[in-house]
């Protein structure tokens, strides 16, 4: 059973860079886009980019807060996912998780539900 554990969220000061990963266990995933996304204390979720593990790259990227400060990456070799965040800003304080569906990138922004789910991991933001 295919399983994402998302980690490396922690208290960061304001202007820091952080980088968050998601590990993907028990099977592979090709074919199927990984998601960013994140959730804040009272706001509804928000997209932040999606990555397709297959031969040629698909990366999109959502039209969120955090885009021209976020790059998406993989690494097929360790089936590890990352989500690279600059500048980061006391705003960007949520909780980010991965996921996935059987898709392309460019189509992920309109996924309301994954097949696949990772666990948050706290990204605190401090001023």
């Known amino acids: 059973q295919v399983q994402l554990v998302a980690s490396g969220g922690r208290l960061v000061q304001a202007g820091d860079p952080l980088r968050l990963s998601c590990r993907i266990s028990?099977?592979?995933?090709?074919?199927?886009?990984l998601v960013w996304f994140r959730q804040a204390p009272g706001k509804e979720r928000e997209f932040l980019g999606a990555?397709?593990?297959?031969?040629?790259?698909?990366?999109?990227y959502g039209d969120s807060a955090l885009k021209g400060r976020v790059t998406l990456s993989r690494d097929n070799a360790h089936n590890m996912a990352y989500l690279q965040m600059n500048s980061l800003r006391p705003e960007d304080t949520a909780d980010y998780y991965c996921?996935?569906?059987?898709?392309?990138?460019?189509?992920?922004?309109?996924?309301?539900?994954?097949?696949?789910w990772g666990q948050g991991t706290q990204v605190i933001v401090s001023s």
């Open positions: 990555i397709r593990w297959a031969d040629e790259e698909e990366t999109y």
């Open positions: 028990g099977g592979t995933i090709f074919g199927y886009t």
């Open positions: 996921a996935a569906n059987y898709g392309h990138a460019n189509q992920a922004d309109e996924w309301a539900d994954y097949e696949l």
